[in-house]
Structure formats: structure tokens, C-alpha cells
């Protein structure tokens, strides 16, 4: 089980990388509109792992006697507020394009 946990958190460390890397690029580059949903998207699928993954550690840290209360509450807390932050940009993202949409056909009439 601990072998998979670190295969776990090492795959979604690497995603969480590969998601930073692609988000400074476009900012320094071109905004490549593809390319900020699919972070966007993929992050709140990483924050999602990341809570399940922290919270089997902190369970598996209790069991063994190793607790960090507070740094545990920290580290669930963060996540939850990354997700929180990656959820709404998806959601005004919706919004904006269904905005757009709904100006086109106006515009079509």
C-alpha cells in the first residue's frame, strides 16, 4: 500500500508540474485557449487526487502514531481551496462562453 501511495503522489507531483510549466508558458508566450482548459480541467482532477492522497497519508500517519494535526489541516486545507479556485474558473469559463454564444445569435437576428 505505502509503495502505492508514492507512486500515487509521485504521478500527480509530475502532473502538477507539467500543469505549472504549461500555465507559465502561455502566460509568457500566447494565451492558447485549448490549451488553459485542458490546465484547467486537468488541475481540478489533480487537487481532486491530492485530496484523497493526503488524507489516506494522514490516515496512514495516525495508524502508525505520527500525527501533525495542525500540518495535516493545513495540507487538506490548501487543497480544498485550490480546488475551490480551479472549480470557479471552470464554471466562468462556462459562463463567458455561453455569454459569447448568446451574443452571436443575437447579432445573427
Known amino acids: 500500500m505505502i509503495e502505492l501511495m508514492h507512486m500515487i503522489g509521485g504521478i500527480l507531483s509530475t502532473l502538477l508540474s507539467i500543469v505549472m510549466i504549461s500555465t507559465l508558458a502561455s502566460a509568457f508566450l500566447y494565451h492558447i485557449p485549448f490549451l488553459h482548459t485542458a490546465t ?10 491530492f ?7 494522514i490516515l496512514e500517519n495516525a495508524i502508525s ?25 471552470v464554471l466562468m469559463a462556462n459562463e ?10 443575437r447579432r445573427r437576428r
Open 65 to 89: 502514531g505520527a500525527q501533525d494535526d495542525i500540518g495535516d489541516a493545513m495540507v487538506l486545507f490548501t487543497n480544498v481551496i485550490n480546488l475551490f479556485i480551479k472549480i470557479l474558473q
Open 40 to 49: 484547467t480541467y486537468l488541475s481540478v482532477a489533480i487537487f481532486s487526487g
Open 96 to 105: 463567458e462562453r455561453k455569454r459569447r454564444e448568446q451574443e452571436q445569435n
Open 51 to 57: 485530496i484523497v492522497f493526503d488524507t489516506q497519508r
